[in-house]
């Protein structure tokens, strides 16, 4: 009969230094287990960033199944009935309830552990977050517009108990008439996280334009461009979206898009960029849909449109392949061991 392995033993037997390559390519399902071993384990898995970044590095995409629910002419994205993601960060999803537009919570779907966090303000309208993945400092901002109140707070995990306020530079934009400006949202990219872009157009009759307010969420920090003239669109009608993980504007017409790339935000700097669309008949009427989203980069653009997702290939000229949802969709995470302050074991993970 072959004895088991002493785990305490082993570890004695074997350098540090092999045993941290070893657990750095197990499941996190493993790893939550084996935490337990002695207190060097707890240590390096639970606190050691560098070993949690390597551990990250190895893992695979984590499955998570979300259902679509298409209500009043709104998409909603549902998990276990009762809150929505909307955004992810780190191996972290940020959530929202679907009963109480003040509630969120951050969740790491791997680890099954949850942090509520304090009611956001009333009238919230964008809620995203960012983590120093060098520090795992976490904040998360919002942006709140109600009648005339218009504003900015954000919540460092751990360290503030409350919401507290962030100063835009020019609080004047903000609003319009004395209603809330910002008409657009359009979170990070993957390989931008922590940087987001709130869109306002504005101006009167027929002298409208497009400025652009980047915000750095660890910084806390904003910066402003304005696109710039001559690049003629209809702002209402055009397409904001990543072009190689900056933010872009554009407008599709006669088979071309005609973009606007925000390549330096902290320096202004912009580029115009034109490429060849061409599309089957039936397919070019997603573009008028305000539910239309759009990413891409230099092979091809992604469109995603309620039920369906179509990729097409810049190179070829041609729409590579057309999915359809059939009433719930998976999201692909890259899983971490990063577990906030505060953070408690709950059963609210949808993993499969």
């Given at each position: ?255 071309k898009l005609t973009m606007l790339v925000l390549e330096d935000y902290k320096q202004h700097k912009w580029s115009k960029k034109t490429v060849r669309v061409t599309f089957l008949e039936d397919h070019m009427t997603l573009l008028k849909d305000p539910f239309f989203v759009i990413n891409a980069d230099s092979d091809g ?52």
């Amino acid at each position: 009969m072959m004895r088991r392995a002493d785990p305490v033993k082993a570890s004695k037997q074997l350098p540090f230094d092999i045993i941290t390559e070893i657990l750095s390519w197990l499941p996190i399902d493993s790893l939550v287990r084996f935490k337990l071993v002695c207190k060097n384990w707890y240590f390096f898995i639970v606190h050691d960033r560098k070993f949690i970044a390597k551990h990250k590095e190895r893992t695979c995409l984590l499955r998570l199944r979300y259902v679509y629910k298409h209500e009043a002419n709104k998409l909603t994205v549902i998990l276990d009935k009762s809150f929505g993601m909307e955004a992810f960060c780190a191996g972290l999803v940020l959530e929202k309830s679907l009963t109480n537009s003040q509630v969120f919570r951050i969740r790491n779907p791997a680890t099954h552990q949850v942090l509520y966090l304090p009611n956001a303000h009333e009238g919230t309208r964008n809620v995203d977050f960012a983590l120093n993945p060098s520090t795992h400092e976490c904040k998360v901002v919002c942006f709140y517009g109600k009648d005339s109140e218009v504003g900015f707070e954000v919540l460092t995990i751990g360290k503030d108990e409350q919401w507290r306020p962030m100063k835009h530079p020019n609080t004047d934009l903000l609003k319009h008439r004395g209603k809330p400006a910002l008409q657009f949202y359009r979170g990070s990219s993957f390989k931008c996280e922590g940087l987001g872009h709130f869109l306002q157009v504005t101006g009167d009759g027929q002298d409208w334009n497009l400025k652009i307010h980047s915000l750095d969420i660890l910084s806390e920090c904003f910066i402003t461009n304005t696109v710039p003239r001559g690049f003629y669109v209809n702002w209402w009608d055009s397409l904001v979206f990543h072009w190689n993980d900056c933010v872009a504007v554009a407008d599709i017409a006669e088979e071309k898009l005609t973009m606007l790339v925000l390549e330096d935000y902290k320096q202004h700097k912009w580029s115009k960029k034109t490429v060849r669309v061409t599309f089957l008949e039936d397919h070019m009427t997603l573009l008028k849909d305000p539910f239309f989203v759009i990413n891409a980069d230099s092979d091809g653009l992604n469109f995603r449109f309620k039920d369906r997702f179509i990729r097409y290939d810049l190179k070829r000229e041609i729409i590579e392949k057309v999915n359809i949802r059939q009433g719930s969709n998976f999201w692909f995470v890259k899983p971490s061991l990063i577990a906030l302050k505060g953070m408690k074991t709950g059963k609210v993970a949808c993993c499969i």
